[in-house]
């Protein structure tokens, strides 16, 4: 196995910063001291430079059939995406189809990655079909592997669960050391609300935002919160979006249940303003629950700065402009709902929220990397730099500066949500267990080298 020594960098875990070089053994760090004079089959130069874990995104779709379409990146495209952002590892939803048992639904998913991967990769398990068999198979999930669950409380008709399911499902969960996953938005008021304003005419993408509006976030959060107090079981609030619902999870945190929360960068970043931009350029902002206001952008910011909200993901989901987000071009409802963001992540974050000094740089690797490892059984295997673990580590000059655009970027879509923004601080390199797969600008990394990671049971 090769040997590399990363030389004169300094080292950014979530709770120490300090120079160090680090040997890297094969796939993992084998040593980190302050000189490393050892000889190594290949040497960097990281002068001037940070040495951050791997990024790790833990709500991903990739290759997702959702709205009457596919989402548009796959297993390579998505995870080329992610290596150049500085993401090493993600984990993905794997949808159960009704009537289908886990074990297939998640060998449909292996099948998707399997032969594309370049980086790491697991899977989360969104029940739609809660019945006797299911929940039977569903202590099982970790011996696949498979140590979350996530359960929809919107889209009605499609994945939306019922109480009951929501209930059954966390029970089981919370017994088996399965940790649960709401989408919080409460679908029945949203799908009344959608077709009065159908009804009335009102068509365009703004009408989506407007018609999720946020107390339909907040009833839900505290309904599950609620709910994972009833069945004794911890659970992780995905794509939380503004103050009210983060109130909610203020509270169950209070009230001193296990209850932990995700949101995404663009909720940091865009606003209702966006799903109002002329024409038609309103639904590259769709997804659900709906981007907010600059009030709740700062409530956010708070809530990851003073650690009520745990975690930042991307929830990427995309849909290209033109092919797929037109199929509601007279009806907002048929917009397919997701945004693209697997490559942005890291740096966004880092440019908006570190520069900004909205959090520190410890801080923004424990939200990207070190949280997520440990919330999703994969700590201390990934999200932090220490003898041991992965060889998972990204080389962040904070110096370095472009401009977004989905001309340069590596997704396979035909915008970028952060278009023409000016930023600061990117990744130079990108180690996926030893393997150097981005090196200034050039992919290296093969098709079917990333690995699915099967995590371990959650203790919370
Ligand atoms: O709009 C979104 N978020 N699309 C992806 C599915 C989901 O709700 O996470
Ligand atoms: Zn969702
Ligand atoms: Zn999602």
Known sequence: MATTLIKNGTIVNSGETYKADVLIDGERISRIGSTLSRKADNVVDARGQYLVPGGIDVHTHLAMPFGGTVSSDDFYTGHKGAAFGGTTTHIDFCIQSKGESFEKSLKTWHDKADDKACIDYGFHMAITDLNAKTMEELPKLPSMGVTSIKLFMAYKGVLQVDDDTLFQAMRIAGKSGILSMVHAENGDVIDTLVSEALEAGNTSPAWHGRTRPHLCEAEATGRAIAMSGLADAPLYVVHMT?????????????????????????????????????????????????????????????????????????????????????????????????????????????????????????????????????????????????????????????????????????MNIDYNTYEGKRIRGLPTKTFRRGHLIVDDGEFLAEAGSGRFLRRERVKL
Not at 251 to 275: H, I, N, P, R
Not at 291 to 296: A, E, F, N
Not at 322 to 347: A, H, T, V, W
């Open 242 to 410: 503004c103050e009210s619902a983060v109130d909610q999870l203020r509270l169950g945190q209070k009230q001193g249940l296990k209850v932990y929360g995700e949101t995404c960068t663009q909720y940091f970043m865009t606003s209702q303003a966006d799903l109002e931009r002329p024409g038609f350029e309103g639904a590259k902002y769709v997804c659900s629950p709906p981007i907010r206001t600059k009030h709740d952008q700062e409530a956010l910011w708070k809530a990851v700065a003073d650690g009520t909200l745990a975690v930042i993901s991307t929830d990427h989901c995309p849909f290209n402009f033109k092919g797929q987000k037109d199929l509601g071009k007279d009806d907002f409802s048929k917009i397919p709902n997701g945004m693209p963001g697997i490559e942005d992540r890291m740096y966004m974050t880092y440019d908006r929220g570190v520069r900004k000094e909205k959090i520190s740089m410890n801080k923004w690797v424990e939200l990207n990397c070190t949280n997520p490892a440990k919330l999703f059984g994969l700590y201390p295997r990934k999200g932090t730099i220490t003898v041991g673990s992965d060889a998972d580590i990204v080389l962040w000059d904070t110096k370095a500066t472009k401009t977004v655009s989905a001309k340069t970027h590596h």
